[in-house]
């Protein structure tokens, strides 16, 4: 069973001081609840069953839940946003009381329900009953409060050592970086020292084969000039070293394609032959007659 206690203020009755003890089994107050109240000296009991819980829902046109919530946090909560109501006030100890409930929103206050209670024939052991709960319900508290120290102090060791090693860490980073930043630079500077070497062999390189191209070159004017140029034996010689390809190659067609073609050549010449010359034949008939004129 689930139990709760509060004290509550009655605004009819600003000098007194009245406590309330709620229980209830199940999930919430959505299954009914038992009340008692005591002003320290007598004692009311009271039940609210499921059914009335209900009612006062459909009353007030509001959801189950939503109402179950409001009732909870006005029977346990110490909040300003509810209030309580004595019929009769102040009670008589051998009366029957009417609790009333409220929620104040804006200055405006509708009740959430309302319970009847009976005066308790034997308000020492109500008393005891609420004294009793109270001690275990302070023992529980106590108990909870010293576990969370203990938590507490486990957390902050754990976090002492986690930042402890969050600083070594750092630290070593840093150092490692260091490290490496000059390894860095080392490994740079080697290869700017090896580029500039390599640079200077470079322009070396290059003047001295400038100076031996300049040499080669003052020696072919030299002896330019002493010459004066190529004579006729050597220009004979050019002449005779370069090989006719073109014409060699030309001439090489041509035979074979005279060669290809002897036969029809030879054809064409025979019948242009015997046309063309008939005086070989015949004779000349002047010549003749001078020859038996001088005979």
């Known amino acids: 069973m689930h139990v709760s206690v509060r004290e509550v203020c009655i605004p009819s009755e600003p000098d007194s001081a009245y406590f309330l003890r709620v229980a209830w089994k199940g999930r919430g107050l959505e299954s009914g609840f038992q009340l008692l109240l005591t002003d320290g000296q007598d004692a009311w009991k009271?039940?609210?069953?499921?059914?009335?819980?209900?009612?006062?829902?459909?009353?007030?046109?509001?959801?189950?839940?939503r109402y179950v919530q409001d009732l909870h946090q006005a029977l346990t909560d110490t909040t300003s946003s509810f209030s309580f109501n004595l019929t009769p006030s102040p009670p008589k100890h051998t009366s029957t009381l009417t609790l009333a409930y409220e929620k104040v929103q804006k200055d405006i206050s509708f009740r959430l329900g309302s319970a009847v209670l009976k005066a308790d024939p034997d308000p020492a052991e109500a008393l005891r009953e609420l004294l009793t709960h109270s001690l275990q319900r302070g023992n529980q508290l106590k108990e909870e409060n010293q576990n969370l120290k203990e938590e507490n102090l486990k957390m902050r060791g754990e976090h002492q050592?986690?930042?402890?090693?969050?600083?070594?860490?750092?630290?070593?980073?840093?150092?490692?970086?260091?490290?490496?930043?000059s390894r860095f630079v080392l490994v740079v500077n080697e290869k700017k020292a090896k580029i500039r070497s390599l640079q200077e062999a470079v322009t070396h390189l290059q003047g001295d084969s400038s100076k031996e191209q300049k040499k080669q070159e003052a020696v072919k004017s030299a002896d330019e000039d002493e010459y004066g140029g190529s004579t006729d034996e050597e220009e004979q010689q050019e002449v005779k070293r370069t090989p006719p390809s073109t014409s060699s190659t030309h001439e090489l067609d041509d035979s074979l394609k005279d060669i290809t073609d002897v036969a029809p050549c030879r054809k064409r010449r025979f019948r242009h032959l015997g046309p063309s010359n008939p005086a070989v034949k015949r004779g000349n008939p002047q010549c003749s007659q001078t020859e038996k004129t001088k005979r």
Do not use: F, H, T
Request: net charge negative.
């Open 46 to 65: 009271g039940d609210v069953s499921e059914a009335s819980v209900c009612a006062e829902a459909e009353d007030l046109e509001m959801q189950m839940e």
């Open 161 to 181: 050592r986690i930042s402890a090693e969050l600083k070594r860490n750092a630290a070593g980073k840093e150092s490692l970086e260091a490290e490496l930043y």
